[in-house]
DNA sequence: GCGAGCG
DNA sequence: CGCTCGCAACGCACG
DNA sequence: CGTGCG
């Protein structure tokens, strides 16, 4: 207790603060046998808290509840357990300076007198046992309480749970709007009633809440993810099982990047390349790929699709690399990232031009939608280089772009860089960097999708995004031949010829 | 969307 | 309990 | 060099 004491003086710099000082003498007018004071104090710090403090022993026992008590017995309130203040504190009210512990004001919210379960003998084994039942006589709380000590406490401060028993004091707040109309019908305060037309409304929420697709439950179907199409979660979640036979071709086995947005698109965007346990329902876990992290993630099924299409994943991104070789990259990807302004026609030529020199050096290349505002073209690799050599032969292919047409093609980042051109973007072939699946959606307005599309359709296309989520299927449904044939047959690899072609390393 | 950390 | 916070990561452009 | 962007 002592030491409790001396923890709480060296956080407080008392010659600084207008707080009593603690003093040995006086005790003011006492409580009856039995009972102590308590205080609590709304304390508005760096966080506003409610400070419960009870009379036991020459101290106030204290705990801080971030919420402050709630008279609705079926709500558990927080109570961090804190230091012993002094008695004197009890009656403290005011500023705490800058810079002092618990910095901010001090107002009295409640007081009053505490009665234990028990007398004072139930208030020491209660406290020490981590259970305290008492009444409140205040002139905010009234009735009995329980205050009891989490199993979980872990390290320094323990976590308490202050509860309003069930008694005339008691306020339920539980389920107010849902059940007041139910309320004012039959003014008979039928506590079992009430809670089981809570239940029941619980339950009917639930049932129009969820849907299950591919066996994985989806929660908030209804919910719309894109403003601008009106596409709801399910309609993503329906896709990825729709899309699956098209999609898992480009993503199983390899490493993926998740980018998802829980409130849609619009709102925040994260990037998930790691995830221990079972986080994304049915994603493979690949341990020891990444050191120092969560195992990476692959996507080997329709469920495991669902199951990221569940956790709000809309982009879908790709490693140049199998899992099982992941140090050997399988493909380059050049993303051609146009200035906003350029006519599409621009794309167009851009995507022709470097396929031109891709085949000239001997590579053969595949092009798709990206979903957004330009194009990817994708060139497979036997695997034979590391991870630096791919890299480099991308940034070397794309500085030979835009040497060699500087007035089309940057192979600088930066917008000013980019200015009328488009970016040649190579950077997508680092160890550990992704690109935008095909047939994967983009987060952004109207979801996008990245299509694969064959040399000869290039001059028909219109946009980066003329395909999306809602209209990709028309697509597919018309194709009469695999715009990407030949693809999982190319079997091609960096040469020093080509490196001599570009002007060597 | 959800687990971890924290008050 | 209930809130808030991560949830990638790194070369490159810019100052 | 540090900082911020993509
Ligand atoms: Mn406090
Ligand atoms: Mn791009």
């Not at 600084?16 to 046998?33: F, H, I, L």
């Not at 102590?36 to 710090?45: E, K, L, T, W, Y």
């Amino acid at each position: 207790m002592k030491h409790k004491l001396e923890v709480y003086e060296q956080k407080r710099r008392f010659d600084e603060t207008p707080e009593p000082r603690g003093r040995t003498a006086r005790r003011s007018a006492r409580p009856r046998e039995g009972e102590g004071s308590f205080v609590i104090q709304r304390h508005d710090a760096r966080r506003l808290h409610y400070d419960f403090r009870l009379e036991l022993d020459g101290t106030l026992k204290s705990w801080a509840i971030p919420k402050g008590p709630s008279l609705d017995p079926t709500v558990k309130r927080l109570a961090v357990h804190v230091e012993d203040h002094r008695l004197e504190y009890g009656s403290f009210e005011g500023r705490i300076p800058e810079g002092s512990y618990g910095a901010g004001t001090v107002a009295i919210w409640d007081h009053g007198v505490w009665r234990p379960e028990g007398g004072l003998r139930g208030a020491r084994e209660g406290y020490a046992q981590g259970k305290l039942k008492f009444t409140l006589e205040g002139e905010r709380l009234h009735g009995g309480w329980t205050l009891v000590r989490s199993p979980m406490h872990d390290g320094k401060q323990e976590s308490w749970l202050l509860i309003k028993q069930r008694d005339d004091e008691a306020v339920p707040e539980d389920e107010f709007h849902v059940v007041s109309d139910e309320r004012a019908a039959s003014n008979a305060s039928n506590a079992s009633k009430v809670s089981k037309v809570s239940k029941a409304s619980k339950k009917r929420a639930r049932a129009s809440n969820e849907a299950e697709v591919a066996g994985v439950r989806i929660t908030h179907p209804e919910r719309v993810i894109d403003a601008q199409s009106g596409l709801r979660k399910i309609d993503l979640v329906e896709y990825f099982e729709a899309i699956s036979a098209w999609l898992l071709p480009h993503v199983q086995g390899r490493p993926v990047a998740l980018a998802r947005a829980p409130k849609g698109v619009g709102g925040e965007l994260f990037f998930q390349k790691h995830a221990k346990a079972l986080q994304i329902p049915h994603a493979t876990q690949h341990a020891g790929l990444d050191p120092g992290h969560a195992p990476l993630l692959t996507l080997e099924s329709t469920e495991a699709l669902v199951g990221a299409a569940q956790m709000d994943t809309i982009e879908l991104h790709t490693w140049n690399a199998l899992a099982a070789s992941i140090e050997k990259p399988d493909r380059i990807v050049f993303d051609l990232d146009p200035d906003p302004s350029l006519p599409w026609e621009r794309m167009l030529e851009a995507a022709q031009l470097t396929r031109e020199l891709l085949d000239a050096l001997g590579l053969r290349a595949w092009c798709k939608t990206s979903g957004g505002r330009g194009l990817h073209l994708v060139v497979p690799l036997t695997r034979h280089a590391g991870w630096e050599e791919a890299k480099d032969f991308a940034r070397a292919v794309a500085s030979h772009m835009a040497a060699t047409l500087p007035e089309r093609f940057s192979a600088k980042m930066g917008a000013q860089n980019r200015k009328g051109r488009i970016f040649v973007d190579y950077l997508r072939n680092n160890r550990g960097a992704s690109t935008a699946a095909a047939y994967a959606p983009r987060a952004r307005p109207g979801l996008g999708v990245s299509v694969p599309v064959d040399w000869d359709e290039l001059h028909t296309l219109t946009s980066g995004d003329q395909w999306n989520v809602a209209n990709v299927r028309e697509r597919l449904e018309a194709l009469r031949t695999d715009p990407w044939s030949g693809y999982e047959k190319a079997r091609q690899r960096i040469t020093a010829a080509m490196w001599k072609q570009l002007g060597g390393k």
